[in-house]
C-alpha cells in the first residue's frame, strides 16, 4: 500500500509540474511574462524545505543538502523553489538509484548559487546550448526514474525563473558528472519577467 501510494504521489507531483510548466509557457508566449513576487527570504529554508519535501516523496533516494555562508536576498521563494524542483527532479531521473544527488547553496558576496550536481551519463557539449530551448529534452538513453516523462518545458522554466531575477543558469557535464548552477543576484527590482519572443 505505501507502495502503491508513493507511486500515485510521485504521478501527482510530475501531473502538476507539467501543467505548471505549460501554463508558465503559455504566460511567457502572450507577452506578460511569468509573475515574480519579490520578498527578503532565505534561500537556504527554500532549498531545506524542497529537499525534505523530496525525501518523503522518494525515500529510496539519498539526496545530500550543503549550505555555506548566508543566502539571505530579494528573491520569489515560490518559483526558486520551482526552479530547483525541476533541477532536482532531472537530477533523480538521469542518476542511477543508488547515486547520491548534492545541492549546494553557496555564498558569492553579491549573489547565492544553488548547485543541483549528480553522477550519470554525460551531456554531449553539442546538446548542452539546447536544452534551455522550449519542448527539448536531455538524451533519453539516460533515464532511471521516468525522466523523459515531461513535455520538454523544465529547464526552459528554470531559465526565465533566473532571467526574472536577472541571474543566469549554467550547466556543465562531464566524466559522468552534471552540474546545474542556478545563479541569483540579492537585489533585484520588483516586477514580471521581460516579455519573451517564443
Known amino acids: 500500500v505505501a507502495r502503491a501510494l508513493e507511486v500515485l504521489n510521485t504521478s501527482a507531483q510530475r501531473a502538476r509540474r507539467m501543467v505548471n510548466d505549460i501554463l508558465d509557457f503559455t504566460r511567457a508566449g502572450l507577452g506578460g511574462g511569468i509573475p515574480m513576487q519579490l520578498a527578503d527570504i532565505d534561500l537556504a529554508e527554500v532549498v531545506s524545505q524542497l529537499v525534505a519535501e523530496t525525501r518523503t516523496v522518494q525515500p529510496g533516494r539519498h539526496i545530500a543538502l550543503e549550505v555555506d ?50 553522477r550519470g551519463p554525460t551531456i554531449p557539449p553539442e546538446v548542452l546550448p539546447m536544452l534551455f530551448k522550449p519542448f527539448q529534452r536531455g538524451p533519453a538513453t539516460g533515464g532511471h526514474g521516468g525522466g523523459g516523462r515531461s513535455v520538454g518545458l523544465g529547464l526552459f522554466i528554470v531559465e526565465q525563473i533566473a532571467h526574472g531575477h536577472r ?32
Open 167 to 198: 541571474g543566469r543558469i549554467e550547466v556543465e557535464s562531464q566524466d559522468g558528472t552534471t552540474c546545474f548552477r542556478l545563479v541569483l543576484p540579492r537585489r533585484s527590482p520588483s516586477g514580471r519577467m521581460r516579455a519573451l519572443t517564443v
Open 69 to 118: 555562508g548566508s543566502a539571505r536576498g530579494h528573491f520569489d521563494g515560490d518559483r526558486v523553489a520551482q526552479a530547483l524542483s525541476n533541477l532536482l527532479g532531472n537530477a533523480l531521473a538521469y542518476s542511477p538509484p543508488d547515486e547520491t544527488v548534492t545541492l549546494r547553496v553557496t555564498d558569492h558576496h553579491h549573489e547565492v548559487r544553488v548547485e543541483v550536481k549528480n
